[in-house]
Structure formats: structure tokens, C-alpha cells
T-cell receptor, first 109, second 116 residues
Framework: GIQVEQSPPDLILQEGANSTLRCNFS?????LQWFHQNPWGQLINLFY???GTKQNGRLSATTVATERYSLLYISSSQTTDSGVYFC???????????FGKGITLSVRP | GAVVSQHPSRVICKSGTSVKIECRSL??????MFWYRQFPKQSLMLMAT?????????EQGVEKDKFLINHASLTLSTLTVTSAHPEDSSFYIC????????????FGQGTRLTVV
């Protein structure tokens, strides 16, 4: 099955800083999503982005499908951005999402 | 976005008993739902794919007799952990897609199961 790798595994930022989170995948994808898992475990949908670029407030994401990677950008980070960010992808007729190991982001005041 | 509701959010049960977790798509129909398990500080691992009106498809290594899945309608899938043991303690999360194999997936709030 598809392999999904995220980097870096941990990231510590000062409030107000910008960051880039990376997701590499091993096969062509028909779905790629970014999630933020809050302290209660809920997965919050950030982006559905199998290709192209999207922006939502301070967050934006880009997927370059031909090169098999996706980037999540966080600008002007806030302490509330802290948590775990997951990338997940699926391929072909298999609709199962495979998750990366996640990136733990800590934003310090 | 679409809403997926999972219940209960937290359950504590005695070893040897069974626990049922419900997953509902509130504003769309889902012919396929997915069940994941997440251990502390780890990623989500797919356990099984729940298919409306047919048997679930289990991932390798997941015991189908222990984790019973029923998808009786287009808006409800249930996961029953049978004869639970402390090692089954985990965070269980369901997911559903509105339509199409590549459609955006939405997740329930998760169920934290503790077996004592």
C-alpha cells in the first residue's frame, strides 16, 4: 500500500513565527488531506488537497502530485496552533486513507 | 463540511464485557465507513472498512471476531469490542465519506475506551 511520511516529527516555534510541514507519499494519490488533532483527540479537517494550492486564513497548503509531496504552511503561528498535524492519502480504487506518523507542533508564547 | 457523530466519547468497562461504539453520518449518506485505532503518541491505524449491507473488510492482523462491525444503514455503523481486555484500551475513531472513493473524509469525535 501507499507509504506516507511526514517531517519534521517535532517542531517548536515562537509565537508569530512561520512554519512549513511536509508530507511525502509513495504513489499517485486521488485524495490527500491535512488534519489537526486537538487535545481531545478530534481530527479537524484542514485541507482536502490532492493537487494544487489552497488557502484558509493563516493556513495554506500545496500538493505537487507529480513529485509526490504536499506542504502545509502556517503563518504568524499562535499558541492555539499547537497539537499534532496529520497528513493522510489514498490511491486508486482503494479509498482507505493511510496516515503519516504526524508532526507535533508546539508554539510557545 | 459534513458531520460525523460518534458515541460514546468515553467508556470504561470491566474486562470480559463487550462495548458498542456508534458512528453516524448526520447530514449525508455513507455507503462506506472506516474504523481506526490510535494508541497514545501514535498515528491512526485502519482497522476495518465498513460496507453498508455487506460484511466488513478487516486489515491484516485485526481479529474480526473481537471487533464486530455492523453497517445496517447508510448513516450508521457500529463497532463492538467483544470480551474486552486491558490491551484493547485505546482511542477508536470512525470516518465516513459523502460520496466517491476519492471524496473528502470526515471523522467522528472518537471514543476513548478503558478496560479495567
Amino acid at each position: 500500500g501507499i507509504q506516507v511520511e511526514q517531517s519534521p516529527p517535532d517542531l517548536i516555534l515562537q509565537e508569530g513565527a512561520n512554519s512549513t510541514l511536509r508530507c511525502n507519499f509513495s504513489d499517485s494519490v486521488n485524495n490527500l488531506q491535512w488534519f489537526h488533532q486537538n487535545p481531545w483527540g478530534q481530527l479537524i479537517n484542514l485541507f482536502y488537497i490532492p493537487s494544487g494550492t489552497k488557502q484558509n486564513g493563516r493556513l495554506s497548503a500545496t500538493t505537487v502530485a507529480t513529485e509526490r509531496y504536499s506542504l502545509l504552511y502556517i503563518s504568524s503561528s499562535q499558541t492555539t496552533d499547537s497539537g499534532v498535524y496529520f497528513c493522510a492519502a489514498s490511491t486508486g480504487a482503494n479509498s482507505k486513507l493511510t496516515f503519516g506518523k504526524g508532526i507535533t507542533l508546539s508554539v510557545r508564547p | 463540511g459534513a458531520v460525523v457523530s460518534q458515541h460514546p466519547s468515553r467508556v470504561i468497562c470491566k474486562s470480559g464485557t463487550s462495548v458498542k461504539i456508534e458512528c453516524r453520518s448526520l447530514d449525508f449518506q455513507a455507503t462506506t465507513m472506516f474504523w481506526y485505532r490510535q494508541f497514545p503518541k501514535q498515528s491512526l491505524m485502519l482497522m476495518a472498512t465498513s460496507n453498508e449491507g455487506s460484511k466488513a473488510t478487516y486489515e491484516q492482523g485485526v481479529e474480526k471476531d473481537k471487533f464486530l462491525i455492523n453497517h445496517a444503514s447508510l448513516t450508521l455503523s457500529t463497532l463492538t469490542v467483544t470480551s474486552a481486555h486491558p490491551e484493547d484500551s485505546s482511542f477508536y475513531i470512525c470516518s465516513a465519506r459523502a460520496q466517491g472513493v476519492a471524496a473528502e473524509a470526515f471523522f467522528g469525535q472518537g471514543t476513548r475506551l478503558t478496560v479495567v
